[in-house]
């Protein structure tokens, strides 16, 4: 059963991958997204695995995000820690579980 339809209304990401120690390079710019809310169950699970969840996002199933990907939006970098496809949302989303970074990488346009 398909629930509500799915908007992508709250800004526009960047996913990108880690290529090195300090690098990183675009995999999607120009991604939309949509704000979660991060659940107290998801939150005290994240601590669990010393990890702490910032914020919880939906975006367009255009590019597949990877668990050691990095999210970019409004010029802080996160690291994403959960990937989920979100099915019975119209249109069908991957939902992303991120934390924000403590060290910035930086963008290398032409790497491979």
């Known amino acids: 059963m398909i629930s509500k339809r799915q908007t992508f209304n709250d ?4 996913i990108a991958t880690i290529i090195n120690a300090n690098g990183l390079k675009i995999k999607q710019a120009g991604i939309r997204y949509d704000n979660r809310t991060v659940g107290s169950e998801r ?3 994240a601590a669990e695995y ?3 969840c910032d914020k919880v996002i939906r975006i367009p199933l255009i590019v597949e995000p990877q668990a050691t ?3 970019i939006m409004n010029g802080d970098q996160y690291n994403v820690i959960q990937v989920q496809m979100i099915k019975d949302a119209k249109p069908q989303a991957w939902q992303l579980s991120i934390e924000k970074r ?3 990488l930086e963008i ?3 790497e491979s």
Request: proline share 0%; net charge positive; aromatic share 10%.
């Open 69 to 71: 990907d990095i999210v």
């Open 43 to 45: 939150f005290y699970k």
């Open 11 to 14: 800004g526009i990401c960047t």
């Open 50 to 52: 010393q990890h702490r």
């Open 108 to 110: 290398h346009v032409n």
């Open 102 to 104: 403590k060290k910035r």
